[in-house]
T-cell receptor
Framework: EDQVTQSPEALRLQEGESSSLNCSYTVSGLRGLFWYRQDPGKGPEFLFT???AGEEKEKERLKATLTKKESFLHITAPKPEDSATYLC??????????FGKGTSLLVTP | NAGVTQTPKFRVLKTGQSMTLLCAQDMNHEYMYWYRQDPGMGLRLIHYSVGEGTTAKGEVPDGYNVSRLKKQNFLLGLESAAPSQTSVYFCAAQEGAYNEQFFGPGTRLTVL
């Protein structure tokens, strides 16, 4: 059965304190791994897609990496506005996504 | 471009009542999805459509029906609402297989 597990469930950082979020997955055939950001009361906002092991993508203070079993979302020198829930999802079939439960990130000044 | 819009934003129903949630997209995307999001459960797929006139069941389809009569619209129906259907519902649109999905702002539904 395809599974996506995100850790930690919640993370509290001081502004400027870099860290990483983990997404481990078991899927019969990976067709893409997706990272989304979700703010309270809003829909998920697309961040990155990774398709093959070794691939990396960056956007501002965020960098996503992919291995054969997991993905990391690295946050460098975070700011309070980076506070959100970060969701990871895999696409075993090419369309429907299997989502993890998310990591709730709080960055304090 | 509005992207993906959802109507209504909030709704309260009594057990047994029916309603339809509307999702509209202006991106001309082929694939559309309905998810529900519950605390501690993450996003779960209810139904999806890979093109106008097509629908398919997702992970949690029971108690819901869908229709995709026009490419830009995807409707989610609850024929007889139950308290277990209290949730936040998200619609998403996707250009093609393996592409990212774009989500709407959500509908918060409470069934009393």
């Amino acid at each position: 059965e395809d599974q996506v597990t995100q850790s930690p469930e919640a993370l509290r950082l001081q502004e400027g304190e870099s860290s990483s979020l983990n997404c481990s997955y078991t899927v019969s055939g990976l067709r893409g791994l997706f990272w989304y950001r979700q703010d309270p009361g809003k829909g998920p906002e697309f961040l990155f897609t990774l398709y093959s092991a070794g691939e990396e993508k960056e956007k501002e203070r965020l960098k996503a990496t992919l291995t054969k079993k997991e993905s990391f979302l690295h946050i460098t020198a975070p700011k309070p506005e980076d506070s959100a829930t970060y969701l990871c999802a895999v696409a075993p079939s090419g369309y429907a996504l299997n989502f993890g439960k998310g990591t709730s990130l709080l960055v304090t000044p | 471009n509005a992207g993906v819009t959802q109507t209504p934003k909030f709704r309260v129903l009594k057990t047994g009542q029916s309603m339809t949630l509307l999702c509209a997209q202006d991106m001309n995307h082929e694939y559309m999805y309905w998810y529900r999001q519950d605390p501690g459960m993450g996003l779960r797929l209810i139904h999806y459509s890979v093109g106008e006139g097509t629908t398919a069941k997702g992970e949690v389809p029971d108690g819901y029906n869908v229709s995709r009569l026009k490419k830009q619209n995807f409707l989610l129906g609850l024929e007889s609402a139950a308290p277990s259907q209290t949730s936040v519902y998200f619609c998403a649109a996707q250009e093609g297989a393996y592409n990212e999905q774009f989500f709407g702002p959500g509908t918060r539904l409470t069934v009393l």
